[in-house]
């Protein structure tokens, strides 16, 4: 313990910037817990995925019939909002775009409108297709 106090007393800032370290980290951590926006990586979604999640891909139909998840369900973004309500609630959502900042804008749209178990994939498809290769 005398150790600890010693190293301590010895370096002041490195000690304050491990601390001021932490404590942003663990704020970012509480504040995107708090927004509801939940993002998942290529692996956790696969997880997701193999236990009945539901896939939406937000892209274009041309995008989508270039390369898509298996057994993804196609709903272009500017479509989403007044089609969200017929995908199942009991069910966990996982939403693909190209990078990531549609499928954000689709989860909060879903947690909105009561959707539990909603997802977005971090990265999006290019993160997805960088992952299985």
Known sequence: MDIILEFTSNNM????ALMISFFVLIF???RRKASGL???AAVEAVALINNDA??????SADAFARGHIVN??????????SRKDSLDKSTPIVAVCDAGINSNKAVALL??????????LKGGMGAWVAKIR
């Not at 800032?13 to 304050?16: F, T, Y």
């Not at 009561?114 to 977005?120: L, Q």
């Open 13 to 16: 800032l490195l000690v304050l």
């Open 28 to 30: 970012s951590e509480l």
């Open 38 to 40: 939940v993002a998942v």
């Open 54 to 59: 539901t896939v939406i891909d937000l892209r």
């Open 72 to 81: 993804a369900k196609n709903i272009p973004f500017d479509e989403f909002d």
């Open 111 to 120: 947690r909105q409108s009561g959707f539990e178990s909603a997802y977005g």
